[in-house]
């Protein structure tokens, strides 16, 4: 896996939304108290992220200026 800054917990501005990416390209993503909501792989070129959940699903993201905007979210890194 290509060495990245991104990897760490990133959570939406109301706290609802928690997403960590894991070090192994693996991602885990809590929504409220449903841990674990969705989980799968990442990868990163440059400052783009693409996912695939475990079910199949695609997204995207890009990380612009420290923050991580996947799809319609905007996450902030958990300090």
Not at 16 to 21: A, M, V
Not at 29 to 46: F, H, I, M, P, Q
């Amino acid at each position: 896996m290509e060495n990245h800054d991104f990897v760490g917990m990133w959570v939406t501005a109301d706290g609802h939304i928690r997403q960590e990416l894991l070090p192994d390209g693996r991602y885990d993503e809590a929504r409220g108290n449903r841990k674990s909501a969705y989980t799968g792989r990442y990868t990163v070129t440059g400052n783009h992220i693409d996912y695939v959940d475990d079910t199949g699903f695609t997204a995207t993201g890009d990380v612009r200026d420290g923050v991580l905007y996947h799809e319609h979210l905007v996450l902030y890194r958990e300090s």
